[in-house]
Nanobody, 120 residues
Framework: QVQLVESGGGLVQAGGSLRLSCAAS????????MDWFRQAPGKQRELVAT???????NYEDSVKGRFTISRENAKNTVYLQMNSLKPEDTAVYYC??????????????WGQGTQVTVSS
């Protein structure tokens, strides 16, 4: 059984910083891309940042220059460093990962989400 567990959310003032972590555990053979999504109240879930197994990254336009995604493969963990936070960054943040439990068995997993609230 594979699980993704996020941590690091909380309440922060505008202009502040938070660092989210997402650790994968269980019977893991390999991890491909790892992503961060967010969902604000009344809005659809949106992709915030992606990092491939080789470390290539991509960001949603509104977070470019403020957020940094990284991963530590030895710990099966992905991070999201969020700086210069704005009230519009308030959302539940979810991690997602494509994980293989064997050489031929891949599946997409989601974490349970962590709340980020930015006050003005």
């Amino acid at each position: 059984q594979v699980q993704l567990v996020e941590s690091g959310g909380g309440l922060v003032q505008a202009g502040g910083s938070l660092r989210l972590s997402c650790a994968a555990s269980g019977s893991i053979f390999s991890i491909n891309s790892m992503d961060w999504f967010r969902q604000a109240p009344g809005k659809q879930r949106e992709l915030v940042a992606t990092i491939t197994s080789r470390g290539s990254t991509n960001y949603e336009d509104s977070v470019k220059g403020r957020f940094t995604i990284s991963r530590e493969n030895a710990k099966n963990t992905v991070y999201l460093q969020m700086n210069s936070l704005k009230p519009e960054d308030t959302a539940v943040y979810y991690c997602r990962a494509d994980i293989a439990t064997s050489a031929t068995r891949w599946k997409r997993y989601w974490g349970q989400g962590t709340q980020v609230t930015v006050s003005s």
